[in-house]
């Protein structure tokens, strides 16, 4: 492994902040570990289930829709660089 590669890589993304699929894996994890009280308590427990288990798909549809639009994006790069040639030429 190269040093100098190594270096720039962790300076690139040291500053970087977890994905959302790390932070709903954290709250899963900490939702588990609740040992709840009262019915109540259980109740509202269920409920955090139910939202994270929806953040999940909601963050899934999200992703998927940016890779659609990072494709389209590629795409229209790459056809304004072919008209660019095309004028030049």
């Known amino acids: 492994m190269n040093l100098n590669n190594l270096t720039k ?3 690139l993304t040291e500053g970087q902040a977890p994905t959302i699929n790390s932070w709903l894996q954290g709250l899963t994890d900490n939702i588990k570990s609740l040992r709840p009280s009262t019915v109540t308590d ?3 427990v269920e409920v955090i289930k139910h939202q994270i288990t929806e953040l999940r798909r909601c963050s899934r549809r ?3 829709e940016i890779n659609g639009l990072k494709e389209q ?3 229209l790069q790459e056809n304004k660089s072919d008209e660019k040639k ?3 030429s």
């Open 9 to 11: 890589r962790f300076i």
């Open 73 to 75: 994006v590629l795409l």
């Open 42 to 44: 259980s109740r509202r």
């Open 86 to 88: 095309e004028i030049n």
């Open 62 to 64: 999200m992703q998927e």
